[in-house]
T-cell receptor
């Protein structure tokens, strides 16, 4: 298996622009997670899906952030409009099962907002 | 809400030294416990996990962790570190509803 795939790996954009991050979970996994990692705040869970349905989005920082999972093999995290403080590494992870199980992380997208 | 504490933010060791990284959590019920490692420039990878059974868990690359329920702890250990163990280590706790709580991470720097 190719593991969790994220694209792009690096994104540099200007403040105010829309940014879309993409994730393909491991085939057969039914839970998907979006995390943000910064030096100041460490690793934060933004949102997670189970069977394509958002279960908990309490970690989404504000309305500028939105996430979708239109099918079992694809998810997006969108920031509109982007701000410099959104600069971070965004990780996607997937896991198998309804309850707790090992999460497998993607390589991350390093976002820089100028 | 659950909180996970990793008290050592930055640890520097020489090769062959022994390692112990602390992890404490707040939830008093049944938990699943994990240690993840993030090598420089890479994504997080699972080192080991505890769901139930023997509280001493062995993971990859010679790492082990001990779950002590009475102390709400899940400390990571390795008897003899190598330069290649230089990485950031994250403790994570899950209460069973797919919501993971990660500690702030401990950066380990092993001097050759």
């Amino acid at each position: 298996d190719a593991g969790v795939i994220q694209s792009p790996r690096h994104e540099v954009t200007e403040m105010g622009q829309e940014v879309t991050l993409r994730c393909k979970p491991i085939s057969g996994h039914n839970s998907l997670f979006w995390y943000r990692q910064t030096m100041m705040r460490g690793l934060e869970l933004l949102i997670y899906f189970n069977n394509n349905v958002p279960i908990d989005d309490s970690g989404m920082p504000e309305d500028r952030f939105s996430a979708k999972m239109p099918n079992a093999s694809f998810s997006t995290l969108k920031i509109q409009p982007s701000e410099p403080r959104d600069s971070a590494v965004y990780f996607c992870a997937s896991s198998l099962g309804v309850s707790a199980d090992t999460q497998y992380f993607g390589p991350g997208t390093r976002l820089t907002v100028l | 809400a659950q909180s996970v504490s990793q008290h050592n933010h930055h640890v520097i060791l020489s090769e062959a030294a022994s390692l112990e990284l602390g992890c404490n959590y707040s939830y008093g019920g049944t938990v699943n416990l994990f240690w993840y490692v993030q090598y420089p420039g890479q994504h997080l990878q699972l080192l080991l996990k505890y769901f139930s059974g023997d509280p001493l868990v062995k993971g990859i690359k010679g790492f082990e962790a001990e779950f002590i329920k009475s102390k709400f702890s899940f400390n990571l250990r390795k008897p003899s570190v190598q330069w290649s163990d230089t990485a950031e280590y994250f403790c994570a706790v899950n209460e069973g509803f797919n919501k993971f709580y990660f500690g702030s991470g401990t950066k380990l720097n092993v001097k050759p």
